[in-house]
């Protein structure tokens, strides 16, 4: 069965960090691209980064780019969120999702599954 | 560019629902539309991708279409049932592979 379970979440102050993790099982990890997409609570989907099967090529969205940095470990199965100079805005969970249908060296821009996601709160 | 989606729609048990995604700027028809179902408390899973394609495992009374003239896509939903009772959210991107999601539809089951 394939899963990916996100931990890492918390509450953290206005310009701190935080790294999130998803471990994925049930899949060959490493054919897959792979995306962070997040929601604030009773709000809508934005997607956030993606990364390829082999982590040398990556891309995020502007609302993040420079703050946040994805990146993947093969060896143990796991994707990251490394996110720094936190923003109240930045307040949501955040889904690990990996790309569909297929594998490949080209994304489909389309995500399942998706897991449980992390709730990231930036407060004071 | 923006998908735009009805903030909610309602219907009844075993009747139909269309649920519209309308693209601001750019073709419909030019980068693919997925479809993410998000029951309360729970994460979304895509029940169509590429515009009109059903993943493995989602039944055949969900369907997608696109519409060039009003630079819309279609979820459709028959044969309502209450699991269906959930957010659905339209999903493309453009050429530079922005990805766009739609504010999301709550489908009411009455």
């Known amino acids: 069965e394939v899963q990916l379970v996100e931990s890492g979440g918390g509450l953290v102050q206005p310009g701190g960090s935080l790294r999130l993790s998803c471990a994925a099982s049930?899949?060959?990890?490493?054919?897959?691209?792979m995306h962070w997409v997040r929601q604030v609570p009773g709000k809508g989907l934005v997607w956030v980064s993606r990364?390829?099967?082999?982590?040398?090529?990556?891309s995020h969205a502007d609302s993040v780019k420079g703050r946040f940095t994805i990146s993947r470990d093969n060896a143990k199965n796991t994707l990251y969120l490394q996110m720094n100079s936190l923003r109240a805005e930045d307040t949501a969970v955040y889904y690990c999702t990996r790309d569909f249908p297929s594998y490949g060296p080209h994304f489909s821009n389309s995500f399942d599954p998706w897991g449980q996601g992390t709730l990231v709160t930036v407060s004071s | 560019f923006l998908l735009a989606q009805p903030h909610s729609v309602s219907e009844s048990p075993g009747k139909t629902v269309v649920i519209s995604c309308t693209r601001s700027s750019g073709s419909i028809a030019s980068n693919y539309v997925q479809w993410y179902q998000q029951r309360p408390g729970s994460a979304p899973t895509i029940v169509i991708y590429e515009d009109n394609q059903r993943p493995s495992g989602v039944p055949d009374r969900f369907s997608g279409s696109i519409d060039s003239s009003s630079n819309s896509a279609s979820l459709t939903v028959s044969g309502l049932k209450t699991e269906d009772e959930a957010d659905y959210y339209c999903q493309s991107y453009d050429s530079s592979n922005h990805v766009v999601f739609g504010g999301g539809t709550k489908l009411t089951v009455l």
């Open positions: 049930g899949f060959t990890f490493s054919f897959y691209w």
């Open positions: 990364i390829n099967g082999d982590g040398t090529n990556t």
